[in-house]
Nanobody
């Protein structure tokens, strides 16, 4: 049975930082690209950032570039999302996800931040940024 578990959410003031963690069991960690998604009330779930199996390739949505960093430790089966300079619009439920799907672009295989490509989801952790 696969379990994906996030932690680290909370309430923070605008401009502050949070560090989200994710771990998974019941799957072969190194066989999956990993990603963070978020969903705000009344909005669709969106991919925030993803990282390839090796950790060498990452991608972000434009709204978090330069503020969020994704990383993984394959020895510890851990995924991290470091979020700095948080804004009220970052408020959402954040989900960790595992995907066995690659996308191909510019001659390279890349991780995917598409909901359609997720194999396993975590239960989510709430991030609230106050203004």
């Amino acid at each position: 049975q696969v379990q994906v578990v996030e932690s680290g959410g909370g309430l923070v003031q605008a401009g502050g930082s949070l560090r989200l963690s994710c771990t998974a069991s019941g799957l072969t960690w190194g066989s999956y690209n990993m990603a963070w998604f978020r969903q705000a009330p009344g909005r669709e779930r969106e991919g925030v950032s993803c990282i390839s199996r090796s950790g060498r390739t990452t991608s972000w949505i434009d709204s978090v570039k330069g503020r969020f960093t994704i990383s993984r430790d394959n020895a510890k089966n851990t995924l991290i999302l470091q979020m700095n300079s948080l804004k009220p619009e970052d408020t959402a439920m954040y989900y960790c996800a595992a995907s066995s799907t690659d996308t191909y672009s510019g001659g390279r295989y890349l991780c995917s931040s598409s909901v359609a490509h997720v194999d396993y989801w975590g239960q989510g952790t709430q991030v609230t940024v106050s203004s």
